[in-house]
C-alpha cells in the first residue's frame, strides 16, 4: 500500500534510446511533489518501438496507476499529483495531456494545431499523447485479455491514439487534462520532413482502422468529421486542396522559413497517408484474389 493519502501505487514507465535528456527527466521526477512509487527505465537497446518497451514496462510494473514520459519529457512538479487528482475527480480510467515544446518551430506546429484549453471528458477521438499520460491498471489488463496487446506496436506514432479508440468503444472514461510537460524534441528540417512521412503513415492506419471502432466520434477534421460520410467528394475536394496545394496560413509563422519547412513536411505526410491506403489496397486485392483460386 502507498503511503500517500492518495492510496494509489503509482508507476512510473519511461521508454529510452538513452539520451541525453533522461537524467533531466528522471531529476524531474525526484522533485515531484507526489513522489512515484516506482520509476521503470526501459532501454530499447535494439530500436524497436516505444510501444515495445511501454508493453514490457507495463509487465515489469506493480502500480495500480501506470504513468508514462518519454525520454525527452520533462515534467513539471505538480505532473504525478494533476494526473492523480483528475483520475479521482473524474473516477476516469485513464488521463492524458500534451506538450509545450522548447524547439521554436516545433512550438509553432503544435500550437497551430489549437489543442483543447479545459478538461475534455472522453474527447473526439483525441487522448494527448503516449509520451504524457495515466492509466488504471485494471483496464490495460483488460484490454490486454480482450486484444492479446496494449499500445500496438504495428501502428507507427499513433499507438496512443489508437488505444484510446479500443479503451472508449469499451465504455472506458478518457479525460484530457491541462497538465503539459516541457518536450525537449530537437529535429533538423531532414528529419522533420522524414518525422512527418511517418506521422502521415501512422494517421493512413488510424484511418483505415477508423470502421473498427464503433459508437465513438473520432473528432473534427478533414478525414474523421461527422460531415464527411455525407460528403465523401466534398471531403476529398478539401483534402487534396489542403494537402497538395495547401496549407496556405503562412501568418500562423513567425518566420516564414518555418512555413515553408511546415508545407514541406505537410506533403510528406500526405506522401506517407498515400502510401498506406495505396498498400492496403493492394493487400485487400491479393488476397480477394487469393480466395478465388
Known amino acids: 500500500m502507498s503511503n500517500n493519502k492518495d492510496n494509489h501505487i503509482v508507476s ?20 515531484q511533489s507526489r ?34 514520459l518519454d ?6 512538479e505538480d505532473w504525478l499529483e494533476t494526473f492523480i487528482n483528475n483520475i479521482d475527480k473524474y473516477q476516469a480510467e485513464c488521463v492524458s495531456s500534451n506538450y509545450i515544446e522548447e ?27 503516449g509520451g504524457n499520460c495515466m492509466y488504471g491498471r485494471t483496464v490495460l489488463e483488460e484490454c490486454k485479455n480482450r486484444h492479446k496487446l496494449i499500445f500496438d506496436p504495428k501502428i507507427k506514432i499513433s499507438q496512443n491514439i489508437e488505444l484510446a479508440w479500443r479503451l472508449r468503444s469499451q465504455g472506458f472514461k478518457l479525460v484530457y487534462v491541462i497538465n503539459n510537460v516541457r518536450h525537449l524534441k530537437k529535429l533538423n528540417p531532414t528529419q ?6 511517418h506521422r502521415g503513415k ?14 465513438i466520434s473520432v473528432g473534427p477534421g478533414l478525414l474523421w468529421d461527422n460531415y464527411a460520410p455525407q460528403n465523401p467528394a466534398k471531403k476529398w475536394l478539401n ?5 497538395i496545394f495547401g496549407p496556405f496560413d503562412y501568418k500562423s509563422f513567425s518566420k516564414f522559413q518555418y512555413f515553408i519547412l511546415f508545407w514541406i513536411g505537410e506533403k510528406a505526410k500526405a506522401l506517407g497517408f498515400l502510401f ?3 498498400k492496403e489496397k493492394i493487400h485487400e486485392r491479393d488476397s480477394s484474389a487469393n480466395q478465388h483460386e
Open 103 to 129: 524547439d521554436p518551430f516545433l512550438n509553432e506546429v503544435r500550437v497551430r494545431r489549437k489543442f483543447p484549453e479545459v478538461p475534455i471528458v472522453n474527447p473526439n477521438g483525441f487522448f494527448g499523447t
Open 71 to 76: 525520454d525527452d519529457n520533462v515534467p513539471e
Open 239 to 243: 483534402v487534396i486542396w489542403q494537402r
Open 202 to 215: 501512422g494517421i493512413g492506419e488510424l484511418y483505415i482502422l477508423r470502421n473498427s471502432y464503433k459508437d
Open 192 to 197: 522533420f520532413i522524414n518525422f512527418q512521412y
Open 12 to 31: 512510473v514507465i519511461i521508454p529510452t534510446i538513452n539520451r541525453n535528456s533522461l537524467s533531466e527527466v528522471l531529476e524531474a521526477l525526484k522533485n
Open 35 to 68: 513522489q512515484p512509487d516506482e520509476i521503470i527505465v526501459m532501454e530499447d537497446k535494439n530500436r524497436r518501438d516505444p510501444s515495445i518497451m511501454r508493453n514490457e514496462g507495463i509487465e515489469k510494473s506493480k502500480g495500480d496507476l501506470l504513468a508514462f
Open 276 to 278: 498506406t491506403l495505396i
